[in-house]
């Protein structure tokens, strides 16, 4: 791996090695919750000064790829997931995207007749109970989101027969020739409460990007109601603007 920087290149020393720790980074040989080398040892290996290392790392803790900590040194955080707004994909999915590995711990699946607003958005007759899963989400055992789902009742009826710690809804449906067609997803900042926190790992009051996703089937019908709170540390959209 090239570890050189070159006082000739029109491109600050400070950028070079920005762009070197980030490859250092990304490839793992910068382990994400480890420490990376000391100033000096940094120093010594790229023959810069302290100024130079201090400017490169400055940039990565504004770009959110590692973590100053009182007394330790800087440490990288954990890469988070990224949520793209152009497509629609559950959250398995994106986890293995990202080489990551997927899994669920289930909080609770039942039927459910007193869910007035979740079965209007399902378009589901009032006397008719819906399918509500609560799981929280993790990626390489790390908890990232809460993730409250429901589906109309013949839905239900098909995912109950499968392991929901595991289901990946969409692969499920699609084998019983259930397919999703579009979504309309809104975004909000929260707070989380005590409980969500216990539950994520993190303090009560934190900040949660809240995701309410409505789900359409080919027949234009709605076929799940979602709404997921992920870790902000853990997760964040992107998309794509053109003019």
């Given at each position: ?131 509500l899963i609560e799981r929280i ?107």
């Amino acid at each position: 791996m090239n570890t050189k920087v070159n006082p000739n290149k029109d491109l600050a020393l400070y950028l070079q090695l920005k762009e070197l720790f980030i490859d250092r980074i990304h490839n793992g040989q910068w382990e994400a919750d480890k420490l990376i080398p000391t100033e000096q040892e940094l120093m010594k290996e790229f023959d810069v000064s302290r100024t130079t290392i201090r400017q490169a790392i400055s940039i990565l803790v504004q770009e959110g790829l590692v973590e100053k900590k009182q007394g330790r040194g800087t440490i990288v955080k954990p890469r988070k997931l990224s949520g793209n707004l152009s497509q629609l994909k559950g959250f398995a999915e994106e986890v293995l995207e990202r080489g990551q590995v997927p899994r669920s711990k289930l909080i609770r699946a039942e039927f459910k007749s007193n869910l007035h607003h979740e079965k209007s958005m399902l378009e589901v007759k009032d006397d008719e109970p819906i399918l509500l899963i609560e799981r929280i989400r993790l990626a390489d055992e790390i908890p990232v989101a809460l993730e409250r789902t429901c589906w109309p009742k013949e839905i239900g009826e098909i995912l109950m027969k499968h392991n929901l710690d595991e289901a990946r809804y969409y692969e499920i449906l699609e084998n019983y020739n259930i397919y999703l067609n579009r979504a309309s997803e809104k975004i909000a900042a929260i707070n989380a409460t005590i409980d969500e926190a216990d539950a994520l790992g993190i303090r009560g009051g934190e900040a949660l990007l809240e995701m309410t996703r409505l789900s359409f089937g080919v027949n234009e019908r709605p076929i799940e109601y979602t709404k997921t709170k992920y870790r902000n540390d853990q997760y964040h959209y992107s998309l794509e603007l053109k003019r």
